[in-house]
T-cell receptor, first 112, second 114 residues
Framework: QQQVKQSPQSLIVQKGGIPIINCAYE??????FPWYQQFPGKGPALLIA?????SEKKEGRFTISFNKSAKQFSLHIMDSQPGDSATYFC???????????FGTGTRLTVIP | DTGVSQNPRHKITKRGQNVTFRCDPI?????LYWYRQTLGQGPEFLTY????????KSRLLSDRFSAERPKGSFSTLEIQRTEQGDSAMYLC????????????FGQGTRLTVV
C-alpha cells in the first residue's frame, strides 16, 4: 500500500515555466514532509521540507504548498531551468518514526 | 569527501550468490538507514541503526538479508542466496539523532542479479 501518492509520473516544461508536482497522504500522524531531488546515478538530496503547522514554505525558487485538511502538498519550481531536470520525490514520516515513506517520483524535464 | 560513501557502486552477481555492500556514513551521524529503490519507484525503507544497535527492520527485509553496524560507524548489508527480484539500487543514508532531521543519502549500490 502506497503511503504517499505522487503525480504526475513525468512532466515536461519550457525553461521559465512553473512545474507543479502533487502528493497526497492518508496517515494523519505524518508531521514531516520533505521533497528530494535525484539526478541519474546519484542518491536523493533534500530540497525543501515542511511541517503541517504552516501552509507554505519557500526556499529560493522552490515552494511547498501544504493543505492539511485535504492531506495534500505540492512542490512548485519557479523560473525552472534545464539544470532542474531530475526526478523529484515527495516523502513523509511521523514524529518518532525513523523511516521516510516516499512517493513514486516525478521525472521533470525542462526544455531550454 | 564528507558525504555518505557506498561501495561498490555497481555489483553484478549470479543468482544464488551472496553479496555484501558497505556504507560509510557522515562521521558525526549516529543514525544510519538502508533503503532499496527499484526502477521507477521511490526508495523503500529496509532497516535503521542508532549507533551499533539495529532498532527497526522493515517486512521487506527477508531472512536472506542481514545488516550490521559493528562499531557504530560503517555498516554492511549482506544478501544471501540472491534472487533476480533483489536487483535494485541499495541506498544508505545517515542523520543526526534529532527528530525529523535531514537524512543524507549516498550514491547507492546498484545490484544486478543474473
Amino acid at each position: 500500500q502506497q503511503q504517499v501518492k505522487q503525480s504526475p509520473q513525468s512532466l515536461i516544461v519550457q525553461k521559465g515555466g512553473i512545474p507543479i508536482i502533487n502528493c497526497a497522504y492518508e496517515n494523519t500522524a505524518f508531521d514531516y514532509f520533505p521533497w528530494y531531488q535525484q539526478f541519474p546515478g546519484k542518491g536523493p538530496a533534500l530540497l525543501i521540507a515542511i511541517r503541517p503547522d504552516v501552509s507554505e514554505k519557500k526556499e529560493g525558487r522552490f515552494t511547498i504548498s501544504f493543505n492539511k485538511s485535504a492531506k495534500q502538498f505540492s512542490l512548485h519550481i519557479m523560473d525552472s531551468q534545464p539544470g532542474d531536470s531530475a526526478t523529484y520525490f515527495c516523502a513523509a514520516n511521523r514524529a518518532g518514526a525513523n523511516n521516510l515513506f516516499f512517493g513514486t517520483g516525478t521525472r521533470l524535464t525542462v526544455i531550454p | 569527501d564528507t558525504g555518505v560513501s557506498q561501495n561498490p557502486r555497481h555489483k553484478i552477481t549470479k543468482r544464488g550468490q551472496n553479496v555484501t555492500f558497505r556504507c560509510d556514513p557522515i562521521s558525526e551521524h549516529n543514525r544510519l538507514y538502508w533503503y532499496r529503490q527499484t526502477l521507477g519507484q521511490g526508495p523503500e525503507f529496509l532497516t535503521y541503526f542508532q549507533n551499533e544497535a539495529q532498532l527497526e527492520k522493515s517486512r521487506l527485509l527477508s531472512d536472506r538479508f542481514s545488516a550490521e553496524r559493528p562499531k557504530g560507524s560503517f555498516s554492511t548489508l549482506e544478501i544471501q542466496r540472491t534472487e533476480q527480484g533483489d536487483s535494485a539500487m541499495y541506498l544508505c543514508a545517515s542523520s543526526l539523532s534529532v527528530a525529523n532531521t535531514e537524512a543524507f543519502f549516498g550514491q547507492g549500490t546498484r545490484l544486478t542479479v543474473v
